[in-house]
């Protein structure tokens, strides 16, 4: 049986290419415009929602999104998830409408097309390089005096599949810390199922999606990082072990 699956996912995964590269084609004199200044990161971001929705509708990705709290529109914010699949990023665009950058991982700037609007629009780090890791603090805190959030996937990098959730890095928390900016967990229910990162894998479906409360930074210190950091992981990570019970 598992065999007669094998055509279907390579075509599966060439056709998630083709639609990453279809709306590109599409916006690319309005996508060209918008990274012009950094100020109208906000156009560039409602760009990037249209193309994320796009490829979530054309995988037949169907998403459900629960809310315990909304984000108040032109506040800032540290969005953070757990990161299992190649969908994780059009998941995160479509399920938050207020404007965030990526702090990402510099290889996805190698994937052609996509590559050169992600390096000109996400803080990319290098988690080899202290330096690189560094310089990310410098570029956050200059977005987010713009009045844009950040998002990061705090496990640094996709875990091995048969984990459920991997340790937590501290650069988000401490990031919110230092700006005083609230924590939004999400957690993405069905990722790893529908999308993973193994080739042949995955299919349509829904991805559920749930926006934790929010965990506030007010009165914290850099000393706090640590708690923060694993009350985050704990709220997410308690969420797919009731999901992975069902």
């Not at 290889?107 to 629009?121: M, N, S």
């Amino acid at each position: 049986m598992k065999l007669i699956k094998y055509p279907f996912w390579i075509l599966y995964r060439i056709w998630f290419y083709v639609l990453i590269a279809i709306p590109i084609i599409v916006l690319l004199p309005l996508l060209l415009i918008s990274i012009l200044k950094e100020e109208w990161y906000p156009m560039f971001f409602k760009l990037a929602r249209i193309w994320a929705g796009f490829i979530l509708f054309g995988m037949g990705f169907r998403w459900i999104i629960e809310r315990e709290q909304v984000p108040v529109m032109y506040k800032s914010y540290m969005f953070i998830a757990n990161h299992t699949s190649m969908a994780d990023i059009m998941l995160m665009l479509v399920s938050v409408k207020n404007p965030f950058v990526f702090v990402g991982k510099k290889e996805l700037a190698k994937i052609p097309l996509f590559g050169f609007f992600y390096k000109r629009t996400c803080i990319l780090v290098d988690r080899t390089s202290e330096k690189s890791r560094k310089a990310v603090f410098l570029r956050a805190q200059r977005r987010l005096k713009q009045g844009v959030s950040i998002c990061i996937f705090p496990e640094g990098g996709v875990p091995d599949e048969d984990i459920l959730l991997d340790e937590f890095k501290d650069g988000a928390f401490r990031l919110a810390i230092n700006h005083h900016i609230p924590i939004v967990p999400l957690t993405f229910l069905d990722n790893k199922k529908r999308l993973s990162y193994t080739f042949y894998s995955g299919g349509p479906g829904k991805m559920r999606v749930k926006i934790h409360q929010f965990l506030s930074t007010e009165n914290l210190t850099i000393s706090d990082t640590k708690t923060l950091n694993a009350k985050a992981r704990q709220i997410i990570l308690t969420q797919l072990k009731d999901a992975h019970k069902n």
